[in-house]
């Protein structure tokens, strides 16, 4: 992603050191903008307002631009900022070129909607700076939110949860996940390789950094209501999902683990019925054709969860799989071929078996469901394996191709 740069009209004041060539640049703050001129220009201000409180402070202000058919880009530049456009559509993406044509040694960005407390611009950075950290959040949860600028659903339910997550999976110690108001060192980010081009950019941004063991601080902040006409860009289920997506997506030892688990018990339990039959435990009776079926199922739950993991192994990342994951991934096609095969080889005896049973007895009732429940598990489960590792081979000849 390369954006043209556009430079704010002759004569407009621009942000300190906004000249790279004869200055340093401190800090860049962008904007992504798609639309936002009823509240762009009191951002821009605001903004400027909080750093100019530090005169040493060499800071731009960039607006990066997401193909914005009201004035936002004149705003912008009426008031000294620098116009990047970037025609990739998302707010993932507009941060990314934003970013990317970033001339400070740390970036800062919030949303150009008039709900942030752009006033904690020059604290965010100072608190960058005092911890020689790779990110500082600006965080809403420990802050001052008015009423009404939070959806009680984001407050109460989508970030904590989304939040805690982050903290379990990937150690963290975080309060507000979904804040967009941040400050990163531009080096770390850069090295992080972020690629969402959607709302998941947040979480993607977050986990990476926590991946990479980067110093990450926070401080209060706080959320205010936006403009009341102002249509909000923000799904709430269709981007929520996409955070839970991608936070699944960077833990596949979770899915690993627990599907192999959960496959390897409810077998060793299965089996364990064949042996023993129906049997009583007191008032609990275990083991009959109900216990069967709950258990066939648990184990294709843990299969298909087992199999999610390994699709995501596949992907190049730094994650590394169990050694039985890695050769089930690596099996060899011919391998895999007479895997196939038998199966449907061994099910094929199955069913004619119980055609000859059943043919035997009449055409009549078969009093056999235990056993072929028993079966069943231990022929769907490895068929369900192994059509998933067919899948994962041919997906993997395309990547090559």
Known sequence: MNPTAIQPAPGTRTAPAADAATSATALTFVFPCLNEEASLADC??????????????????????????????EIALEHGARVVPVAERGYGAALRGGIDAARGTYVMFADADST????????????????????????????????????????????PVLTGLIN?????????????????????????????????FASELLIKALKNNARTVEIPSGLACGPADRVAHLRTWRDGMRHLLFILSEKPQLFEKLGLAIALLASVLQLASAFTGPIALGALHVFDVHSQSLLLLAGLVGAQLYLFACMLYVQPRSDRPMNLTKRLIDMNEGTLFFVLLGLFAVIGLVIAGLVVAWGLAGFSGLEVVNTLLVAIHFLALPSLFALGLLGIHVLKKQGRG
């Open 168 to 200: 379990l999976f990937f150690r963290g110690k975080l309060t507000d996940c979904n804040s967009g108001f941040r400050c990163l060192r531009k080096t770390a980010y850069d090295s992080w390789d972020i690629r969402s081009n959607g709302m998941e």
């Open 116 to 159: 942030y407390l752009y006033e904690d611009a020059l604290p965010l950075y100072q608190k960058a700076i005092e911890h020689d950290a790779d990110m500082a959040i600006a965080s809403r949860m420990i802050g001052r939110i008015e009423d009404g600028a939070m959806p009680p659903l984001h407050r109460h339910l989508g970030t």
């Open 44 to 73: 821009i201000r605001r903004v400027r307002a909080s750093l100019e409180a530090d005169p040493g402070l060499a800071y731009e202000i960039v607006v990066a631009d997401n193909g914005s058919t009201d004035r936002s880009r």
